[in-house]
């Protein structure tokens, strides 16, 4: 558009500038204006001799989804993020551009992107658990607005495989005859601050770990960050053995000066203290807002099932028990609890206190969940809320044990326990057993 020299430019109304395809989108310019002052974003006036000139720049309607991989590998495990395979899909179901590929660590895999919802996925991995968090909620679902730049974490830890449990679960496995118990860890993360709506300053991260089983220590205790390190111990180890009592609450920090919007993920990992080295996994998700006047919400929940020692051979009825707190400072809106392996997942009245319907700071809701464990499990009970347009979530994992069947040994691996064979294999060898004990019966009566 060309202006005339020393004419008055007076647009009342938005004048469209036309349209271009670039990138595969279309892009149109607009010309919103109510003076020859040209009001409006990325919009330059200029005058030479031939006239005045607009020069208009076009904002890309494409948004940015950057994909983290973090692997937490205490314990034994030796996998990198590039041995995940990531997947980014329309939320319709067609991969995008560059989607399947290996993962990649802090800051990501980039993916440029229409604005839409679109999901976020792994191909799982045998001993690792996977936990979404960041711009994602917990099923990997992020909506992209045009001009969006989005970061989601796909976090996993390492996990040994489930112990072994011999037909007698008091004194079996390599326990020694110590009685095999489940342990559990817990971790609350508060940030402080949780916003820096002036932009760039320190957060200091403080981590609270305890132990939740509250029945034996937990050894090698140890928290890993997605986003801040070195994460220092403080205080807490009362009895200075480098374990975990019951009772005791070990205190951490770690300090980072953040430039945008982070989401943090820690992982914190402990064993049992006893032959079976069982692992006891807690995470804790947290979103410091920068540059923006927002406080987003903080959820924790942990989870403990009813059995803690291991069930004989065909298992037994669990109850998972879950508490949900509020360890932030803004109420929650849709509050909800789901577990992997037991549903449906059961709200128990009375943790409201103020009866809003809203998780406020300082209330404590519970939720149960009931179900039958036939073999060994290892589940993960997700929570989520929503506040100031940000969803917190919470991870808590936990495992019910189940001990091998009362038979020599069939050469199964723990994992398999419980399989249909092993199933085959006992009914096989209970009917052989049923009918020695009938022909017995019978010869003892002939014999009368
Ligand atoms: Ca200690
Ligand atoms: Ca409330």
Request: one cysteine or more; a neutral charge.
């Amino acid at each position: 558009m060309q202006i005339a020299s020393n004419s008055t430019l007076n647009i009342l109304y938005s004048y469209n500038l036309g349209s271009g395809v670039v990138g595969g989108n279309t892009l149109t310019a607009r010309l919103v204006a109510t003076t020859d002052a040209v009001a409006g974003s990325g919009i330059v006036v200029s005058s030479n001799s031939s006239g005045v000139s607009a020069t208009v720049t076009i904002a890309s309607t494409l948004a940015t989804l950057h994909v983290i991989k973090a692997v937490v590998n205490t314990g034994g495990g030796t996998a990198l993020p590039a041995n995940f395979s990531l997947h980014v899909t329309l939320s319709g179901g067609a991969e995008v551009s560059g989607s399947p590929q290996a993962g990649t660590d802090d800051p990501g895999t980039s993916y440029s992107l229409s604005a839409g919802t679109y999901i976020v996925s792994e191909d799982a991995k045998t001993s690792y658990t996977g936990i979404l968090s960041g711009g994602c909620n917990s099923g990997g679902s992020v909506t992209l607005s045009a001009g969006q730049d989005k970061t989601c974490t796909i976090t996993n830890t390492y996990v040994p495989p489930l112990p072994e449990v011999a037909s007698d679960p008091i004194s079996g496995g390599s326990g020694g005859g110590s009685v095999i118990r489940t342990p559990l860890i817990g971790i609350l993360k508060v940030p402080t601050p949780l916003a820096l709506p002036g932009g760039f300053g320190p957060v200091t991260y403080n981590y609270t770990v305890w132990n939740v089983g509250g029945k034996q220590a937990l050894t090698d205790v140890s928290i890993k960050g997605d986003t801040c390190s070195p994460i220092v111990l403080l205080s807490g180890d009362l009895n200075s053995n480098n374990k975990l009592d019951p009772g005791e609450i070990w205190k951490f920090s770690c300090t980072k000066t953040l430039s945008k919007t982070t989401t943090n993920t820690a992982v914190a990992t402990g064993y049992s203290d006893d032959g079976f080295r069982q692992v006891a996994i807690a995470t804790a998700i947290a979103t410091v807002v920068v540059g923006e006047p927002l406080t987003p919400p903080l959820i924790n929940i942990i989870k403990v099932p009813s059995r803690l020692t291991p069930f004989s051979f065909g298992g037994g009825n669990v109850t998972y028990t879950y508490t949900v707190t509020n360890p932030g400072v803004v109420a929650m809106s849709g509050v909800t609890v789901t577990d992997d392996k037991c549903g449906p997942v059961s709200r128990v009245s009375g943790g409201d206190a103020n009866s809003n319907n809203l998780l406020d700071p300082g209330e404590i809701w519970t939720y149960t969940c009931k179900t039958n464990v036939p073999v060994s499990t290892r589940n993960v009970a997700t929570a989520e809320g929503e506040a100031n347009g940000f969803t917190a979530i919470g991870y808590a994992f936990a495992t019910v044990l189940v001990s091998a069947p009362s038979l020599p040994n069939t050469g199964l691996s723990p994992v398999e326990k419980g399989t249909p064979l092993d199933v085959i294999v006992l009914a096989v060898i209970l009917l052989l057993v049923s009918v020695l004990f009938v022909a017995v019966f019978k010869k003892t009566r002939n014999s009368v």
